[in-house]
């Protein structure tokens, strides 16, 4: 469904903005402006002064990101390049350990490395500069999506409504509403929530925090990485307990989910390496992940089951550091 929206989407931006397509062209022929979603911005202070409200709003200067599917990539280029960082590294160890020999052979490394993913929040697309709300609402509207409704309630800030059947069981219908706030400049920000019946399902928070370091958090993962000259050279993270009865949908007593406004760090100036581990002590972390330089060291749980009972068990004992 999300491919077939995001085709869609792209028709209809298309089409509605076809009429000044033209203006458009000659504008970009004579001030060279070249947006991207690359990591490099520059400060933008009549955005940054601008406090009335705007449904679209702009930047004047060169390579500025000026709309919520851009600062959405921007993060999103990060998270990749981290993801991708981290997998490359637990190859090539896996690779030199499968060529040794003997009892003193390593270990291979296995762990599924994909943190702050949320399939929701890949709507952040249809927020391009330039989309009409009347665009996006059918957009959702040409995906199936009924009762639809798209607003502009703040400044920088869309809140989407729409009724959706639920995976399973389509009888079963569900009001969902998302809320995509974003900040531009310098040091873009971005904080994406999903309610379902009025209840948070998921949340995204990207926070700039100066000196080429970003804050990033979802519900089970928090992380500082350190991005520049397009490359990942430094990373904390902290991977929770997601511990869940499927058949019930309750958690157990060690997983304990970051929760939205409580740890919000959208407000917060004290962003540190503590902050990514401060729920240490209450024994949810699965896994963590230090990158620094061309090491990295995983450290964590190893996860069991208990085949009469059905639980999982989590022992301590994972931990590796892996030399690029």
Same mark, same amino acid.
């Given at each position: ?16 903005? @076809? ?42 200067? %060169? ?6 599917? %851009? ?20 190859? !090539? ?7 040794? %020999? ?58 989407? @409504? ?26 873009? @920000?971005?904080?994406? @929530? ?20 970003? !804050? ?6 928090? !992380? ?101």
């Amino acid at each position: 469904m999300k491919k077939t929206a995001l085709i869609l989407i792209a028709a209809l931006m298309l089409l509605s903005l @076809c009429s000044c397509g033209a203006a458009k062209n000659e504008a970009s022929a004579q001030d060279n402006t070249q947006q991207s979603a690359e990591p490099n911005v520059t400060t933008t202070p009549d955005a940054a002064e601008d406090n009335q409200p705007s449904p679209e709003p702009k930047q004047e200067k %060169e390579d500025a990101i000026d709309a919520v599917d %851009e600062v959405y990539a921007y993060y999103d280029g990060i998270v990749e390049l981290l993801i991708e960082r981290v997998d490359a590294m637990a190859e !090539a160890y896996n690779a030199k350990a499968a060529a040794q %020999e003997g009892e003193d052979r390593p270990e291979p490394v296995s762990f599924f490395y994909l943190p702050f993913f949320d399939i929701e929040s890949v709507d952040a697309v249809y927020f391009a500069d330039g989309t009409s709300l009347d665009t996006i609402k059918s957009a959702y509207e040409i995906s199936g999506y009924e009762n639809v409704s798209v607003e502009n309630t703040d400044y920088n800030e869309y809140t989407v @409504c729409y009724d959706a059947p639920d995976y399973e069981d389509e009888s079963i219908v569900y009001r969902m509403k998302k809320v995509f706030k974003a900040v531009y400049g310098d040091e873009p @920000c971005l904080s994406f @929530c999903c309610y379902k019946d009025d209840t948070l399902d998921s949340f995204l928070e990207y926070k700039a925090l100066g000196n080429d370091r970003y !804050a990033l958090m979802d519900m089970s993962n928090r !992380a500082i990485v350190s991005y520049k000259d397009g490359a990942v050279t430094e990373a904390l993270h902290a991977e929770n307990i997601y511990d869940k009865d499927w058949e019930t949908g309750t958690l157990s007593a060690r997983t304990v989910l970051n929760s939205y406004p409580a740890d919000s760090i959208w407000e917060r100036s004290d962003i540190s390496e503590d902050w990514v581990t401060e729920q240490e002590s209450q024994g949810c972390i699965y896994r963590l992940y230090k990158l620094s330089g061309s090491t990295l060291t995983v450290t964590g749980l190893n996860e069991g089951y208990d085949y009469d009972t059905g639980d999982t068990i989590y022992t301590p004992g994972y931990s590796v550091t892996i030399e690029e």
